[in-house]
T-cell receptor
């Protein structure tokens, strides 16, 4: 079945450091890929998405590129801030006809940025 | 726009009682709502998908008699945990989607249930 694997956390970085959170997926067909962020005490928010191979999603300085050849969607940011501290979830959405609209989440990666 | 609320944000109940959690789309009509369960430091597990006016579709392993889902209107879905037990303690999150927003899921802030 479809699945998502994220790098295990927690991840602790200093402010202005470069961030990479790895995400790989297993899916039949061509899923859409997402990164969600969950700030303390809040619900999940969509951070960025990509719907086809080689698409790059970007938002708030974060980027991720849909790599079909490596089945990956790694999250990157060039210079993190304390306010980026949160839990990050990689997810895929089933292609049409396979329980469409359902999201499959990775296990989440807790990120802490120290000043 | 696209705001989803949940009520209550937290609840503590005694074992054997039932608890109802509400999920509302505040500024859009949600054709589909989803209920997730999140264990501490773990991912979200989809419990069920509900469409307005029809029965919910439960994921494998989720007891439909235990977790009753009602999606009576395009802005409200409820999850009732019946005869709750301590193992039902968890963080329950709903999301709502609409064709208006290309079926993107918008998430509520979650409800923490503690069963004593």
């Amino acid at each position: 079945g479809n699945s998502v694997t994220q790098m295990e956390g927690p991840v602790t970085l200093s402010e202005e450091a470069f961030l990479t959170i790895n995400c790989t997926y297993t899916a039949t067909g061509y899923p859409s890929l997402f990164w969600y962020v969950q700030y303390p005490g809040e619900g999940l928010q969509l951070l960025l998405k990509a719907t086809k191979a080689d698409d790059k999603g970007s938002n708030k300085g974060f980027e991720a590129t849909y790599r079909k050849e490596t089945t990956s969607f790694h999250l990157e940011k060039g210079s993190v801030q304390v306010s980026d501290s949160a839990v990050y979830f990689c997810a895929l959405r089933h292609p049409l006809g396979q329980g469409a609209q359902k999201l499959v989440f990775g296990q989440g990666t807790r990120l802490t940025i120290n000043p | 726009g696209a705001v989803v609320s949940q009520h209550p944000s937290w609840v503590i109940c005694k074992s054997g009682t039932s608890v109802k959690i509400e999920c509302r789309s505040l500024d859009f009509q949600a054709t589909t709502m989803f209920w997730y369960r999140q264990f501490p430091k773990q991912s979200l597990m989809l419990m069920a998908t509900s469409n307005e006016g029809s029965k919910a579709t439960y994921e494998q392993g989720v007891e439909k008699d235990k977790f009753l889902i009602n999606h009576a209107s395009l802005t409200l879905s409820t999850l009732t945990v019946t005869s709750a037990h301590p193992e039902d303690s968890s963080f329950y999150i709903c999301s709502a989607s609409s064709g208006r927003y290309y079926n993107e899921q918008f998430f509520g802030p979650g409800t923490r249930l503690t069963v004593l």
